[in-house]
């Protein structure tokens, strides 16, 4: 079953006259806004959006928002991730707020730092760790030390995988198979294609025979693609990475940064699998910006090796307010009272009551879609089974549909994440929420097929 072009575009026009009716506030703001940041708001990535206007924040707590008009929404973007645990959990909370009040960044080792460190091991089996302030400067630091460490120049990516903003990850599989800076760049001068390899998803053959070349540093992959729709990994395939990258004599990393959703200690410790190198991003500080990047006892022997070769001098990883006093007072938080084996039961369990909401609906309603659930993380999509490479999941995207769909949630008081057809469940999402979200699904369904 399919809709035209025109009838979804019909859908959203009737949605935008009524979000801006809805929403003359956030009108006013975007229009000041305008003078004073690029595309009126902070961060240009609130633009995709893709509203009349640019929705204005007044308050976020748990699982709710309430805009600059005051109408409130049930949210599973939560931040896109960074607020996965809740706005605003009050144990991070409180741990912020004092450890503001004692001096937020000094530049030493907070007193806090032997029991972070203990709660990270714990959390995540790694032996060693390292604070930055986003899952990026962690990401390009791992990417450092594993050229420095091995004296290779090259690493492994995957089509369609996301890493955050770093320069080395910005390459696809373009035509004839040829490795292609993304398109949209904006200001890169050095040839990345000679340095990293990207590869198909799931595609073992094609992992070896880069591997095979000698000049890989590093593997680095998401346990599954997450920001070109959910793409899982096939049975094996994280374990077959882990070992070809080790047996070629490169270090195998995974960025769990959008993964931790899969239960205690993000999916490699859920599923066996113990990696090099571990990226966590958003999440982990609460809000507060903090990521986190954790390596073996061996890895770190290793460094410390390499750190007696090298020339004194500034090593291009770290910035100055990373590892501060906040960042672990918010971690310590994070990890010993809110990321816990109780949050994650009930955000499963609501999780799984979500999957099976859409999945009964879409066979209701005789559409062609899937759920692709990771714990507590669930996505849409227009596809009657998840597919297997990010060009595959790429291909099969509906951009009007997807905008059609977020914005007719929205103006019933349910966010889903702007980018893609992505929910979240917190421990602080009712089993009601998950109820409101199916049916309004239900309902567009409706008006968009029958």
């Known amino acids: 079953m399919t809709a035209s072009v025109e009838k979804i575009e019909k859908l959203w026009q009737r949605e935008a006259e009524a979000y801006a009716a809805r929403t003359p506030k956030s009108a006013v703001l975007a229009k000041e806004a305008a003078s004073h940041w690029l595309k009126g708001v902070p961060l240009h990535w609130m633009s995709d959006w893709e509203l009349p206007h640019a929705l204005f924040l007044k308050e976020a707590k748990g699982a709710r928002l309430k805009d600059a008009d005051g109408n409130l929404y049930t949210d599973f973007c939560l931040g896109d991730t960074g607020a996965m645990f809740g706005h605003g959990p009050e144990p991070a909370v409180k741990a912020v707020a004092g450890q503001m009040a004692r001096g937020a960044t000094a530049m030493l080792p ?51 995988s996301y890493h955050g903003a770093v320069d080395d990850v910005f390459v696809r599989i373009g035509a004839g198979g040829r490795t292609e800076l993304r398109p949209g760049l904006v200001g890169q001068v050095a040839d990345i294609t000679a340095t990293t390899a990207v590869v198909p998803f799931n595609d073992r053959e094609a992992v070896k025979a880069e591997l095979a070349k000698g000049d890989i540093a590093l593997v680095l992959t998401e346990p599954l693609l997450t920001n070109i729709g959910m793409v899982p990994s096939d049975p094996g395939f994280m374990a077959f990475l882990a070992d070809a990258a080790r047996e070629a004599g490169a270090f195998f990393a995974l960025d769990e940064t959008h993964t931790l959703s899969s239960g205690r200690g993000g999916w490699g410790r859920v599923h066996g699998l113990r990696p090099d190198f571990l990226v966590v991003g958003k999440p982990i500080g609460g809000g507060v910006p903090a990521a986190v990047y954790g390596f073996t006892a061996a890895v770190g022997a290793r460094i410390a090796a390499f750190n007696e070769t090298r020339a004194p001098g500034h090593s291009g990883i770290g910035t100055t307010l990373s590892g501060s006093a906040l960042q672990l007072a918010a971690i310590r938080a994070m990890l010993a009272e809110v990321m816990t084996e109780a949050a994650y039961a009930h955000m499963e369990q609501l999780a799984a009551r979500l999957e099976a909401g859409l999945t009964r609906v879409f066979k209701e309603k005789g559409v062609s879609w899937h759920v692709l659930r990771v714990g507590a993380r669930a996505e849409i999509g227009f596809t009657p089974a998840p597919v297997r490479s990010g060009a595959a999941s790429a291909e099969r995207m509906n951009h009007p549909l997807e905008r059609a769909l977020h914005l007719y949630l929205l103006n019933r008081g349910l966010m889903l994440t702007p980018f893609h057809n992505m929910m979240l469940i917190s421990p602080e999402t009712r089993e009601e929420d998950i109820d409101r979200l199916t049916e309004a699904v239900s309902a567009f369904l409706t008006e968009l097929f029958e």
């Open 110 to 160: 907070s007193e806090l730092a032997p029991e972070v460190g203990r709660l990270l091991s714990d959390y995540f089996g790694l032996d060693q760790w390292q604070v930055t302030a986003s899952a990026s400067d962690a990401n390009r630091a791992i990417i450092r030390w594993a050229r420095g460490v091995t004296g290779r120049p090259r690493i492994l990516i995957f089509d369609g």
